[in-house]
């Protein structure tokens, strides 16, 4: 006869749940919550920028969604993602698996590559037709963020430019 209780006796869920839970403290020192209040202010921020911008659209006619719908959609979901922000890690803290890692010069190097590719993205919106800079623009951002194979710098950017233009163009009939 052995010590352990029988498997009867053995309250499974609870040993499952103890087995797997494990109460991790969490990040509150200054600096981490900082770095979530400057997301958070620039995510509150530009949802109330972008709220206001869109009073100025004018509205032509009635469409079931209208011009303004989007853009105030965008506006009121990053507000509310900013607000979630606020509740889930500024007042409450970060697990420390959370807390990112600090700032280097490659990842300076990215952001700099993939903010040179969406501003060239926009200035090019009216240039070129909508699916070629959609296709291209895809591409660089899939390289510049580490894809390198021909799966993800080709294809990824040629199926999805192929649903944006079937969504867009297409479906809801949006002259791009």
Known sequence: MTDQPSIDEIDQDAAIEAAHHHEEPLVRDLPVRLRELV???????LGIWILVAGKDIIVRGSAELGPVFWPNMLGAGLILFGVVIVLNNVLRGVRKADVPERITTSGLVMFG?????AIGYL????????????????????LVLGGRSWKAVLAFPAVTTAVLHFLFIVALRVPL
């Open 39 to 45: 997301a958070v202010v620039t995510c509150i921020g």
């Open 113 to 117: 590559m993939a903010m040179a590719v």
């Open 123 to 142: 200035l090019l919106w009216n240039v070129l037709q909508f699916w070629i800079i959609t296709f291209v623009a895809l591409a660089l951002f899939t």
